[in-house]
């Protein structure tokens, strides 16, 4: 008997380079075969004479289970989804928010229609994070990739004079790809990333660097850059505003106002539920309930659905309290028995999640009414990290004095100032000029954006509460943490098997035990859920202290603050109300979104330099040669320098290397280095290329990496 001939089965898996080199360029229909799936789903519908091809999304008899099939979280409901419908995905912790965003963008669910353009925008994974800002958003469309390509090679063949009817083919093709690329904006790509990135804090420099070199926070507004971007038709966004500034927020609402196609999107931000959604889909009881509202009838509508549930299962249980337990009925009464448990138990745990005991009365030798109680007095202050290096984050002289009556929401984008400010007020940072005098015997509490990176992980959150309160009773810091969320068998798990919501919630346990004179809250709501969210509004509303708040959450600001600082370049101005600090914002955001200059006299030289947060944060946190602050303040004379030149500068050791100069406005020469990575330097920092000796190749290793 023969043997069985071998088959490999991997053999004809063709990688994407290989479909390439093999593709027929005259046939239109292996072009196609190109393309991503969802494209080669809509030219197959296309072929089989559907016109109008179909954008909404209808399942029947819907369930969802977890990767192990060890939940089910979803079970026979109806999966509804509607063309260029703006949606907002909503449900408890652990209803299966995320999970179905997951299964959505990779195609595993059952029935879900593989010509919709799905994009999750979410953390980027490891395999992009190797290209610069502007490369990764530019590369980030698959379509318009493969069309780029398919584009130059089709040239390349025309070009090459093929037999007229090769020909013909090929310039038909041609047409086709350029009516795709400009049906994706695809000529117009760079253009486009550039003016998203700017918003978000990416000049030129911040755009060259490297995706790996960012923080957790910038890496997500590059997510958010590629979503708008990659313009899918239906856009999948979990908690988007979290780690974003205030005009970042404000980018993404106008962005979200105006998006064409479709999007679901999950978040804690009410404000920004409310001015963006027009209907909610509700996970609840592992069923979609679709209400076609906005979010604010949605509340409103829920909440006195919720409320009459509850008195009608209270009726039904009265009515028959003594059914037979193994009867249809009996089964009934135990289900709707739960129902009213849990709705009952949510409700108090929400109510009393964060609360305040009541402070100790503040020394007061003037007999001031308390209101009028001084805590911390900025007075006419000034600061920077390095004076030499000309790096001023308030160069102007700024006063703040912080009574007991104040309630302050402090607004603004990142790197103008508004973490500095509170390190003045706290201490942790000393100024330049001017004075500031706390009281002598206030008690603070600061809750910052990185609170639980302070935690002692290998210890429970019991253990936590111990150390901080040793002479206090355990039992009363047990049911502390309870009141926050942290039940018994939480809080004795590590908290390194916690999540951040959690973690946050063990150090609200911590600063609201013992009630402080100043509480400041510097992003509080991210990793919160929405009601985690209310609760805590509710709390800074009965508590009785001074409250500052920093925040991207315009709701939290505006139901818990009675006044605004708004710290943006060249100005730190305080407001009686939200709409004309943001308006201030806005001002900001149009500068920037132009490429226009700001204000050479701003308070913050990090993002008067063109910095923003991707670049030059602060003196410390420079990466850059020195000079890019200085540049904003040096005087405008005429450069020694011309564009093209070959110079050598400075870099962040002190020495000089080989560069070109690719700009000059006025102070400011934008350079590339030799090796690799490009920086803003003033002519103080240059010298002509025969004034100084080539560096040793061991000295130009301390030059940023040459980029591959």
Request: hydrophobic share 40%; net charge positive.
């Amino acid at each position: 008997m023969a043997e069985a001939k071998k088959v490999d089965v991997f053999a004809a898996i063709k990688t994407e380079e290989e479909k390439f080199t093999e593709c027929d360029f005259s046939d239109y229909d292996q072009i196609v075969e190109l393309y991503p799936r969802y494209m080669r789903e809509q030219h197959k519908l296309r072929k089989s004479g559907v016109k109008n091809i179909p954008k909404n999304v209808n399942i029947e008899n819907f369930c969802l289970k977890t990767p192990f099939g060890d939940q089910t979280l979803l079970v026979d409901t109806e999966l509804v989804l509607e063309p260029n419908r703006r949606t907002c995905l909503y449900g408890n912790n652990s209803t299966g928010k995320t999970l179905l965003f997951h299964y959505m963008n990779h195609g595993k669910i059952k029935d879900f229609p593989l010509h919709i353009h799905v994009h999750h925008c979410q953390e980027l994974e490891q395999h992009e994070l190797g290209d610069t800002v502007i490369n990764t958003v530019v590369n980030s469309h698959p379509l318009r990739n493969i069309l780029i390509r398919v584009e130059a090679k089709i040239r390349e063949l025309i070009a090459a004079a093929p037999a007229k009817e090769t020909l013909d083919k090929l310039q038909a093709n041609l047409d086709q790809v350029v009516i795709s690329m400009n049906g994706i904006q695809g000529y117009t790509g760079l253009e486009r990333a550039q003016k998203m990135l700017r918003v978000l804090g990416f000049d030129e420099i911040g755009q060259a660097r490297l995706v790996s070199a960012l923080s957790g926070g910038l890496r997500m507004r590059v997510a958010l850059c590629m979503a708008f971007f990659i313009d899918p038709e239906l856009l999948l966004l979990d908690e988007p505003t979290n780690h974003l500034d205030f005009p970042s927020v404000l980018w993404l609402e106008n962005r979200l106002r105006s998006y064409r196609s479709a999007f679901l999107v999950v978040s804690h931000d009410r404000e920004l539920l409310n001015n963006v959604v027009s209907s909610v889909l509700l996970l609840q009881d592992k069923k979609i309930k679709y209400y076609t509202c906005g979010f604010k009838d949605f509340e409103v509508k829920k909440a006195k659905e919720d409320a009459d549930a509850s008195k009608e299962i209270e009726k039904f249980l009265a009515k028959n309290a003594n059914a037979d337990p193994s009867s249809l009925l009996g089964r009934q009464k135990h289900e709707k028995k739960a129902w009213l448990e849990r709705y009952l138990a949510h409700q108090i745990a929400m109510a009393g999640k964060f609360t305040f005991p009541k402070p100790v009365e503040l020394e007061n030798k003037e007999n001031l009414p308390v209101e009028q109680i001084s805590l911390i007095n900025l007075k006419d202050v000034t600061f920077s990290y390095n004076v030499a290096l000309g790096v001023w984050i308030f160069k102007e002289p700024v006063s703040f004095n912080v009574t007991a009556s104040t309630r302050c929401g402090v607004m603004g984008p990142n790197g103008a100032g508004k973490s500095t400010i509170l390190k003045l007020l706290t201490g942790k940072i000393t100024a330049v000029t001017g004075s500031v005098t706390p009281h002598p015997k206030y008690r603070l509490a600061y809750f910052g954006q990185h609170s639980t990176a302070e935690l002692d992980l290998e210890l429970t959150a019991a253990e936590f509460m111990i150390k901080m309160f040793p002479k206090m009773n355990p039992a009363n810091l047990r049911a502390h943490l309870n009141k926050t969320g942290i039940s018994d068998s939480v809080a004795e798990t590590r908290m390194s098997g916690l999540s951040y919501s959690q973690r946050s919630c063990v150090i609200f346990s911590k600063l609201t035990y013992v009630c402080p004179h100043l509480l400041i809250l510097d992003e509080p709501t991210n990793f919160l859920d929405l009601e985690s969210v209310d609760s805590l509004i509710m709390a800074c509303n009965k508590y009785k202290g001074a409250l500052l708040l920093v925040s991207h959450n315009r709701d939290f600001l505006r139901k818990c603050a009675t006044s605004y600082l708004s710290i943006v370049p060249g100005r730190f101005e305080f407001f009686d109300n939200i709409k004309d600090a943001e308006r201030a914002t806005y001002t900001f955001i149009a500068e920037m979104e132009s490429g226009g200059h700001v204000d050479k006299n701003a308070i913050s030289a990090g993002i008067a330099s063109g910095g923003g947060v991707a670049h030059l944060k602060t003196g410390e946190e420079s990466k850059g040669p020195a000079g890019g602050a200085a540049a904003a303040s040096a005087a405008a004379a005429p450069s020694p320098y011309t564009v093209g030149e070959q110079i050598t500068a400075k870099w962040t050791d002190g020495k000089f290397y080989d560069a070109k100069i690719l700009k000059i406005d006025g102070p400011k020469h934008t350079i590339e280095y030799a090796v690799g990575g490009k920086a803003i330097v003033t002519a103080a920092n240059m010298k002509k290329k025969e004034a100084a000796a080539a560096p040793a190749k061991k000295e130009a290793a301390a030059a940023p990496a040459k980029k591959k």
